[in-house]
């Protein structure tokens, strides 16, 4: 699924299940707690912290879908192609960074 289709489903999803895009205020404060969720796993299955028996049930995977949903209603709501965004920034990214990681030691 490409990006324009997912920003395509999570309209209509809005559209059939919700009321309405909780405004952009709102919105954020959400990507910011499934975020939060998200570093939350990290920290304590890959990092130095403890995993509590109730992190063990935590699915990675089902918190980076909820920023991605997230994501991608904000974008809808603002008005912002996201798949022509991500383009340009790979692109940018392309040509910014590939020297510059490739002569980095750090990453040898």
Same mark, same amino acid.
């Given at each position: 699924?490409?990006?324009?289709?997912?920003?395509?489903?999570?309209?209509?999803?809005?559209?059939?299940?919700?009321?309405?895009?909780?405004?952009?205020?709102?919105?954020?404060?959400?990507?910011?707690?499934?975020?939060?969720? !998200?570093?939350?796993?990290? %920290?304590?299955?890959? /990092?130095?912290?403890?995993? =509590?028996?109730? *992190? $063990?049930?935590? +699915? #990675?995977?089902?918190?980076?879908?909820?920023?991605?949903? !997230?994501?991608?209603?904000? %974008?809808?709501?603002? /008005?912002?192609?996201?798949? =022509?965004?991500? *383009? $340009?920034?790979? +692109? #940018?990214?392309?040509?910014?960074?590939?020297?510059?990681?490739?002569?980095?030691?750090?990453?040898?």
């Amino acid at each position: 699924m490409n990006i324009s289709i997912a920003q395509q489903a999570v309209d209509e999803w809005i559209k059939a299940h919700g009321v309405r895009y909780f405004n952009e205020l709102t919105n954020m404060a959400q990507l910011t707690e499934e975020v939060g969720e !998200v570093a939350r796993i990290i %920290a304590r299955r890959y /990092g130095e912290q403890s995993e =509590k028996p109730s *992190d $063990r049930e935590k +699915d #990675l995977g089902e918190e980076l879908a909820d920023v991605l949903f !997230v994501v991608l209603c904000l %974008a809808n709501q603002t /008005g912002i192609d996201l798949q =022509k965004a991500f *383009d $340009r920034k790979l +692109d #940018l990214k392309a040509k910014r960074d590939h020297k510059r990681h490739q002569e980095n030691k750090k990453l040898k």
